[in-house]
């Protein structure tokens, strides 16, 4: 992604951050099962585990695993500084967040974690960025720890990538949101530059990931699942 894009990714997505949460609920097929997946898979050994969001936006995902690991140390990274604002606010009065206005590809994290987590952020990078992010991740992990996406991928063939996209499309027409605000998400969209399943599992293993695993795929959403 080059500057410029990242640029205005920033700014579609600093100006969406008051009504994010709303209309990630609304447009996301199965919310609550593709989200819940992720989190069901977040244990490890560590009952105050270290916990890294990539891309963490509003806090939405670290919202659900705080409620799981209320005792776990959280940092939560994006470039986006008033999608962060809003996490700020969700977590205001607790001491175990901690949060980085930075490019999460090109920050350099102080510590390793028991776990790194991303939702629906990584399909934004360039496929040579995805497979460098995937090591960093992997080396930035305590030993037995989970990284756990919850993401975008495109169909190995036109036939499907045409069907995922009818099935979203249809979904975002008949979610129960302004039309400004579908144009908005709609033109968010052509910043999206998703990889094949296959790819992003074999650029996990790649990276010393095992038991890489796909947990649950609805039409192009999945949650990928690897540990160190």
């Not at 994006?78 to 980085?100: T, V």
């Not at 996209?165 to 975002?172: G, P």
């Amino acid at each position: 992604m080059s500057q410029e894009d990242r640029n205005s990714l920033i700014k579609k997505f600093d100006n969406a951050a008051s009504a994010y949460d709303k209309d990630r609920k609304a447009i996301i097929p199965n919310f609550d099962v593709y989200y819940g997946t992720l989190v069901q898979l977040a244990q490890v050994e560590n009952e105050n585990p270290r916990i890294l969001d990539l891309g963490a936006g509003t806090g939405l995902l670290t919202q659900l695993l705080w409620e799981k690991h209320p005792k776990a140390r959280f940092q939560l990274v994006d470039m986006a500084p008033e999608m962060l604002n809003i996490a700020k606010n969700r977590f205001s009065g607790h001491d175990n967040f901690e949060y980085i206005n930075e490019d999460y590809l090109k920050y350099d994290f102080d510590f390793s974690f028991d776990m790194i987590v991303s939702s629906l952020s990584i399909h934004h990078l360039n496929h040579s960025d995805i497979k460098l992010l995937y090591q960093k991740a992997y080396d930035h992990l305590n030993p037995g720890g989970l990284f756990l996406n919850a993401d975008e991928v495109i169909a190995p063939n036109s036939y499907c990538e045409e069907t995922y996209q009818k099935n979203w499309l249809e979904v975002i027409q008949q979610a129960n949101l302004e039309e400004d605000d579908k144009t908005v998400i709609l033109e968010r969209m052509k910043f999206d530059n998703p990889a094949t399943l296959e790819d992003n599992i074999n650029w996990l293993e790649e990276a010393g990931f095992k038991d890489v695993d796909v947990f649950y795929k609805y039409y192009n959403f999945v949650v990928l699942y690897g540990r160190k």
